[in-house]
């Protein structure tokens, strides 16, 4: 079955950086489209960055607010994408989500906590 396993959360500091994997396994994920949401408590879900597959050129996309501090990458290679956070502000606390573009099938989630 579709399975999508988030790891890498965790409290840092602002300023500081965190790198998100997801794992996934159950469908062909090197030529599925996949992406990061979150959501913040309190909120409602927002998107953060898009992965396409090599069919789509491997084009990345970027919420303006994380454009510039945030990398999406993928390694079809292990089944994993990921999500490196650089600069991080208590604004980006929220619960990081991956999932599929095309039908929002998402993970449990892992939690981001920016705090001094």
């Known amino acids: 079955q579709v399975q999508l396993v988030e790891s890498g959360g965790g409290l840092v500091q602002p300023g500081g950086s965190l790198r998100l994997s997801c794992a996934a396994s159950?469908?062909?994920?090197?030529?599925?489209?996949m992406k990061w949401v979150r959501q913040a408590p309190g909120k409602p879900l927002e998107w953060v960055a898009t992965?396409?597959?090599?069919?789509?050129?491997?084009?990345?996309t970027y919420a303006p607010y994380v454009k510039g501090r945030f990398t999406i990458s993928r390694d079809n290679a292990k089944n994993t994408l990921y999500l490196q956070m650089n600069s991080l502000t208590p604004d980006d606390t929220a619960i990081y989500y991956c999932?599929?573009?095309?039908?929002?099938?998402r993970g449990q989630g892992t939690q981001v906590t920016v705090s001094s």
């Open positions: 159950g469908f062909a994920f090197a030529s599925t489209a």
């Open positions: 992965s396409f597959h090599p069919l789509a050129h491997n084009i990345t």
């Open positions: 999932a599929r573009l095309q039908d929002d099938y």
